[in-house]
């Protein structure tokens, strides 16, 4: 059974309004990535926290969610910054994760 599989859309849907949360706290403050993405997965990881006490995932899953949206995360961000900085796809530097993700599409 998939009981954790709406826990995680909700959050994946949940990302771009956090994301806006962090970039309005942190505006204007040079150097802030680090404490935007730690305010985008400390809201994540509250709600892997509800969901364990509430039964509806367990503590393995509530990581692996918490893990793989900080990646999620990662990738929107940089999304956000290659298209405000008008720059060419080529000129990103992405992840690790992010580059294994496009040399290796689902189902490919």
Same mark, same amino acid.
């Given at each position: 059974? !998939?009981?954790? %599989?709406? =826990?995680?859309? @909700?959050? &994946?849907?949940? =990302?771009?309004?956090? &994301?806006?949360?962090?970039? %309005?706290?942190? *505006?204007?403050?040079?150097? *802030?990535?680090?404490?935007?993405?730690? !305010? /985008?997965?400390?809201?994540?990881? $509250?709600?892997?926290?509800?969901?364990?006490? %509430?039964?509806?995932?367990? +503590?393995?899953?509530? *990581? %692996? &969610?918490?893990?793989? $949206?900080?990646? /999620? /995360?990662? *990738?929107? $961000? +940089?999304? &956000?910054?290659? /298209?405000?900085?008008?720059?060419?796809?080529? #000129?990103?530097?992405? +992840?690790?994760? @992010? @580059?294994? #993700?496009?040399?290796?599409?689902?189902?490919?």
């Amino acid at each position: 059974m !998939l009981a954790w %599989l709406p =826990l995680l859309l @909700q959050i &994946i849907g949940m =990302l771009p309004g956090l &994301i806006r949360g962090a970039e %309005l706290a942190f *505006s204007g403050k040079p150097g *802030s990535g680090q404490a935007k993405k730690d !305010l /985008v997965m400390d809201a994540v990881k $509250v709600g892997t926290a509800v969901a364990q006490n %509430l039964g509806t995932i367990d +503590t393995t899953t509530g *990581s %692996l &969610i918490n893990t793989n $949206v900080g990646q /999620v /995360v990662d *990738s929107m $961000v +940089t999304t &956000i910054n290659a /298209v405000a900085k008008g720059r060419d796809w080529a #000129a990103v530097e992405l +992840t690790p994760a @992010q @580059q294994f #993700a496009l040399d290796h599409p689902p189902g490919s």
